[in-house]
């Protein structure tokens, strides 16, 4: 039985657990988030990288423009011009941030699609 003082049910395992393992959350009735600290986190990898997916299939698909690498995990953007280390100094913005960027300015052009390898070659 669920105690709402110290427990609370996930919405996504659907188990309760103790109120500790849950995010607080200011805009929530009880001050918590609905989903417990691990589906939390499992959302946000699974938005993330669906997020990623669609950036490298918007710059030229999951494979990488020079040598056709497909291993989606070393895949990155590539600015094809130069200018990453310039452009997150100045805006602060990396990873996800800079993707969610990039998505709110409808997929600009000047980036394209490197493995790992092929990105460091061009250093």
């Known amino acids: 039985m669920q105690n709402t003082k110290t427990d609370k ?7 309760v657990k103790p109120i500790s393992e849950f995010y ?8 918590h988030n609905v989903d417990c600290k691990i589906c939390h986190k499992q959302k946000a990898i699974e938005t993330a990288r669906g997020l990623r997916i669609k950036a490298l299939t ?6 990488c ?3 056709g690498e497909d291993f989606f ?7 094809i011009n130069g200018g990453g280390t310039r452009e997150r100094r100045e805006t602060g913005r990396s990873g996800k941030s800079f993707l969610y960027e990039l998505q709110r300015r409808n ?3 000047g980036f ?9 070659e061009k250093i």
């Open 65 to 67: 423009a020079k040598c």
């Open 58 to 63: 918007q710059y030229g698909g999951v494979r």
């Open 24 to 31: 607080l959350d200011k805009n929530k009735t009880d001050g």
């Open 112 to 120: 394209q699609v490197l493995c790992h390898n092929c990105n460091m």
């Open 9 to 15: 049910l996930c919405t996504s395992c659907e188990k």
């Open 107 to 109: 997929w600009p052009p």
């Open 73 to 79: 995990e070393v895949l990155v953007l590539d600015h």
